[in-house]
């Protein structure tokens, strides 16, 4: 698997009815078409080149399907009745597929392993209160995973070796109390790992086998972007890490293991490598990404340089992802644009003949759906910020209602293609207006490192002044902005409002925190090993964390919120949304408040996905004049069992 996609969240909904305003634009899209689960996603090929395995409902909820390639024998092989499967991958012996799941959103996974013949399932990491990852797996060693587990010390993660014939798992690395991520090298031996420095820098140690002793082997500090170890080199012999150390943006670099000679392989002046592209068998570094307005791959091995020439001939859309056989043959190609569903092809190597399988959601196909057009404007102090303005189809790009809509991390960034909240809202209506803020990762050091302690700062008016300027334009009408996000864009959102209480018309809150003190303080522990990149990146006390905290400015807030939570959220605890209700409330002010009891970090289950879509669709209309769906019967019933 060679993934170039970053993960988004996924949502749902249904009718309509419309505003005052007046629309000449397409059909109302159902929140169910966009926003319940797809018909067939994430489709991987299998090792030996025969099958598929793709995510489908089953009864409702996502499961893992097979099907042979060629053929129409589809069959769902998993029997998960909960959350649903959100990701899986093939074992290396093309008989077993391994997946991850948790139990309420709490984000302690465990691994699972499913037979494709007996449809038979095994939990390989059955361990209470604990999270499991798979580290490392090798097509040399059919029978073998390496896995991470922090359930020996919930602060760390020591990394086990998994006999996937019997099940049996043996301790095989201890982690000594500082390293954030291993690495094993391509014989499954561990033998780099990333530690991060009480000031928030980076550490990679290596050892020459598992019986040599650690050493550090390169060393960068707190000002370079979020680098990391990518793989060992075919030969074992060397690193591929990606880091701005003597750059402005991450570079791909090798590093020799025995000498520490460390030579560039790819590097742009403004672009982070964001990916690396592999070859699945002998390893070889075939490609990188820098996202710039769109995905762009830099081809480094001439070899599969015909292959995505024949490849961009096939649709107006970006590689999001590959999934090859170990013969290297056949190829899973994943199509995202921005007006259209997501699209699945298979690709003949041979031929050089990409023949669709489908797409995520045939229901969109029928609908029009909004072009995304990057653009880039310049914040109050001079610095060019990117990003994505997306506008109704069929209608006038002007004085339109408009919904910001900042990303979570808030070390990531949005990226060009298919969103489903951007198409759900400019269908209702709105202009949406998805920001890069400086913090935002790929664009390189300097932008990262601007946002430092600027929470509230400088992050917050990037926001502001992206409005402004799609006000000044004419797009947007000033008296009729909202500011909705989810995570980090849930606090954009609270400090929004809080500290530029004249700015929007009014807010929509998921699992946003709220006060940024009891936010670090209730982190999972196995986060402990990177909190100076926290404290670095937020600020490392007291003061300066509450001067930043919506919380304690929300007297001054003046428009209506809705809020959204997880009850069991590992990351941003309920108490994070009950004390800015409990403060709205103290201060009369208009809150609505729904806490989903089987939700963590957002909502995985497509019922909460499309209730608290239903609520938000009304809310916006109220505030902003869009047009809505109506929420149905289901709906209704479990947006009154979970308010609060």
């Known amino acids: 698997m060679h993934r170039v996609r970053l993960s988004r969240m996924l949502a749902t909904l249904l009718l309509f009815t419309c505003s005052a305003v007046t629309f000449a634009q397409s059909a109302l899209i159902p929140r169910s078409v966009l926003f319940g689960n797809p018909e067939r996603t994430g489709p991987e090929i299998s090792p030996d080149g025969t099958m598929l395995a793709y995510l489908a409902p089953d009864q409702g909820v996502l499961n893992v399907w097979v099907r042979t390639l060629?053929?129409?024998?589809?069959?769902?092989?998993?029997?998960?009745?909960?959350?649903?499967?959100?990701?899986?991958?093939?074992?290396?012996?093309?008989?077993?597929?391994?997946?991850?799941?948790?139990?309420?959103?709490?984000?302690?996974?465990?691994?699972?392993?499913?037979?494709?013949?007996?449809?038979?399932?095994?939990?390989?990491?059955?361990?209470?209160?604990?999270?499991?990852?798979?580290?490392?797996?090798d097509p040399d060693h059919p029978d073998t995973i390496l896995i991470q587990s922090n359930k020996r010390d919930p602060k760390v993660f020591d990394v086990y070796r998994a006999n996937l014939k019997t099940?049996?798992?043996?301790?095989?690395?201890?982690?000594?109390?500082?390293?954030?991520?291993?690495?094993?090298?391509?014989?499954?031996?561990?033998?780099?790992?990333?530690?991060?420095?009480?000031?928030?820098?980076?550490?990679?140690?290596?050892?020459?086998?598992?019986?040599?002793?650690?050493?550090?082997?390169?060393?960068?500090?707190?000002?370079?972007?979020?680098?990391?170890?990518?793989?060992?080199?075919?030969?074992?012999?060397?690193?591929?890490?990606?880091?701005s150390l003597d750059a402005n943006a991450a570079r791909l670099i090798s590093v020799d293991i025995a000498t520490g000679k460390r030579t560039v392989i790819a590097e742009d002046p403004q672009f982070d490598v964001s990916f690396a592209v592999e070859q699945p068998k002998n390893h070889k570094l075939q490609a990188v990404v820098f996202l710039r307005e769109r995905r762009d791959f830099q081809i480094l091995d001439k070899?599969?340089?015909?292959?995505?020439?024949?490849?961009?001939?096939?649709?107006?859309?970006?590689?999001?992802?590959?999934?090859?056989?170990?013969?290297?043959?056949?190829?899973?190609?994943?199509?995202?644009?921005?007006?259209?569903?997501?699209?699945?092809?298979?690709?003949?190597?041979?031929?050089?003949?990409?023949?669709?399988?489908?797409?995520?959601?045939?229901?969109?196909?029928?609908?029009?759906?909004?072009?995304?057009?990057?653009?880039?404007?310049?914040?109050?102090?001079?610095?060019?910020?990117?990003?994505?303005?997306?506008?109704?189809?069929?209608?006038?790009?002007?004085?339109?209602?408009?919904?910001?809509?900042?990303?979570?991390?808030?070390?990531?960034?949005?990226?060009?293609?298919?969103?489903?909240y951007a198409q759900w809202l400019a269908n209702r209506g709105y202009a949406v207006l998805q920001p890069?803020?400086?913090?935002?990762?790929?664009?390189?050091?300097?932008?990262?490192?601007?946002?430092?302690?600027?929470?509230?700062?400088?992050?917050?008016?990037d926001l502001l002044d992206g409005k402004d300027w799609v006000v000044q334009k004419g797009i947007a009408d000033p008296k009729k902005i909202c500011i909705m996000g989810g995570s980090y864009g849930g606090y954009a959102t609270l400090a929004g409002v809080a500290f530029s209480p004249?700015?929007?018309?009014?807010?929509?809150?998921?699992?946003?925190?709220?006060?940024?003190n009891t936010l670090l303080k209730t982190i999972p522990p196995y986060w402990s090993t990177f909190l100076a990149i926290f404290h670095k990146r937020m600020g490392d006390n007291e003061e300066v964390l509450k001067a930043q905290s919506p919380l304690f400015k929300a007297d001054q807030i003046k428009v209506p919120l809705l809020i959204g939570q997880g009850a069991n959220d590992p990351r941003v605890n309920k108490a994070e949304s009950d004390q800015i209700v409990a403060a709205m409330r103290k201060n009369n002010k208009p809150v609505e408040y729904y806490v989903f009891p089987d939700e963590g970090h957002g909502f995985a289950r497509p019922e909460n996905r499309m209730a608290f879509n239903a609520a938000s669709e009304v809310f916006l209309a109220k505030y902003l004049g869009g047009r809505s769906e109506p929420p149905s019967d289901a709906e209704k019933k479990l947006l009154d069992s979970v308010k609060q």
């Open 303 to 420: 070899d599969i340089q015909a292959d995505f020439d024949a490849l961009h001939k096939v649709r107006d859309a970006d590689i999001s992802n590959i999934s090859r056989d170990m013969k290297d043959d056949k190829w899973i190609v994943t199509f995202e644009g921005d007006d259209s569903p997501v699209y699945y092809y298979l690709y003949d190597r041979a031929t050089k003949q990409a023949t669709m399988l489908f797409s995520n959601r045939p229901a969109l196909e029928k609908y029009k759906l909004a072009k995304v057009q990057p653009i880039e404007y310049t914040a109050r102090d001079g610095m060019k910020i990117y990003g994505y303005l997306t506008t109704p189809a069929g209608v006038e790009a002007k004085n339109l209602p408009m919904v910001v809509f900042p990303h979570g991390g808030p070390w990531g960034r949005d990226l060009w293609g298919y969103d489903p």
């Open 167 to 243: 099940g049996e798992l043996t301790l095989d690395t201890q982690n000594p109390g500082d390293v954030q991520g291993w690495q094993a090298d391509h014989n499954l031996e561990v033998r780099a790992a990333q530690v991060t420095t009480e000031d928030g820098g980076t550490i990679i140690r290596v050892r020459d086998d598992v019986k040599s002793p650690w050493r550090e082997l390169i060393k960068w500090g707190p000002e370079e972007t979020l680098g990391n170890v990518v793989n060992f080199t075919p030969d074992n012999k060397a690193l591929w890490i990606m880091t």
């Open 436 to 461: 890069n803020f400086r913090a935002s990762t790929g664009y390189g050091k300097q932008y990262l490192n601007a946002g430092d302690r600027q929470w509230a700062g400088a992050m917050h008016t």
């Open 502 to 516: 004249d700015a929007f018309s009014c807010g929509v809150d998921i699992v946003g925190p709220s006060n940024l």
């Open 70 to 137: 060629g053929k129409t024998d589809d069959r769902v092989i998993t029997n998960d009745r909960k959350r649903g499967i959100r990701n899986f991958i093939w074992q290396p012996d093309s008989k077993n597929v391994l997946y991850g799941q948790d139990q309420g959103g709490d984000e302690n996974w465990r691994i699972y392993q499913t037979n494709v013949a007996s449809k038979q399932t095994k939990d390989l990491t059955p361990f209470e209160k604990s999270r499991a990852d798979i580290l490392s797996f």
